[in-house]
């Protein structure tokens, strides 16, 4: 299984645009990137997913470098309401628990 | 569709109790996962399912067992209840195929008294 990092956590605020980076040097090539989001008390929620280049959708784009070493989750003008862990997994080719190894994420904290 | 269902939301157990948590998908999905996230951590995967029959271990299976008799349910049984069991419980599915995204049910919250 590819072992991811992130930053812990992450201040910012609103308005603001919010890279989180995550590195993944061991990326298998049948790989996918996946970003999760988690509110307190909730289960996490799939945001954007990518294997190459770059993935936009209406939350979020994924930036992803040729080398596929890492991975870059864009949050465009946030709000109050982003402030949630965010988790990136890497795997996920289709075996069953491939890939699904979830770190501590980056927790990130948006003001006013 | 009501996605990934958990019951209970809630639930206080003494010491060398024993409880079922259960989960139920009615998206057909044939992959099914348990974990547990500790306060300030990540997810930890207890046990997973690929199919109707079959399971497998996850991290941290000790203190856990599970059956998967149908597609849709994957309850998990806690035998000798410890309070390293205190944790937040979630079950989880996706289709078959790569690149599926994971669904999450709300989470069960246990506490071991």
């Known amino acids: 299984l590819a072992k991811t990092t992130q930053p812990i956590s992450m201040d910012s605020y609103e308005g603001q645009e919010v890279n989180i980076t995550c590195s993944h040097n061991?990326?298998?090539?049948?790989?996918?990137i996946t970003w999760y989001q988690q509110f307190p008390s909730q289960g996490p929620r799939f945001i954007i997913q990518?294997?190459?280049t770059k993935v936009t959708n209406e939350v979020a784009s994924l930036f992803i470098p040729a080398d596929r070493k890492s991975s870059t989750l864009s949050l465009p003008r946030v709000s109050l309401s982003d402030t949630a862990v965010y988790y990136c997994l890497v795997g996920d080719s289709g075996g069953g628990a491939d890939g699904l190894t979830f770190g501590k994420g980056t927790h990130l904290i948006i003001q006013p | 569709n009501a996605g990934v269902t958990q019951t209970p939301k809630f639930r206080i157990l003494k010491i060398g109790q024993s409880m079922t948590l259960q989960c139920a998908q009615d998206?057909?999905?044939?992959?099914m996962y348990w974990y547990r996230q500790d306060p300030g951590m990540g997810l930890k995967l207890i046990y997973y399912?690929?199919?109707?029959?079959?399971?497998d271990k996850g991290e941290v299976p000790n203190g856990y067992n599970v059956s998967r008799s149908t597609t849709e349910d994957f309850p998990l049984r806690l035998e000798l209840a410890a309070p390293s069991q205190t944790s937040v419980y979630f079950c989880?599915?996706?289709?078959?195929?790569?690149?599926?995204?994971?669904?999450f049910g709300s989470g069960t919250q246990l506490s071991v008294l």
């Open positions: 989880a599915s996706r289709d078959t195929g790569g690149g599926e995204k994971l669904f």
């Open positions: 399912s690929v199919g109707a029959g079959i399971t």
């Open positions: 998206m057909n999905h044939n992959y």
């Open positions: 990518g294997y190459k």
């Open positions: 061991n990326i298998a090539t049948n790989d996918y």
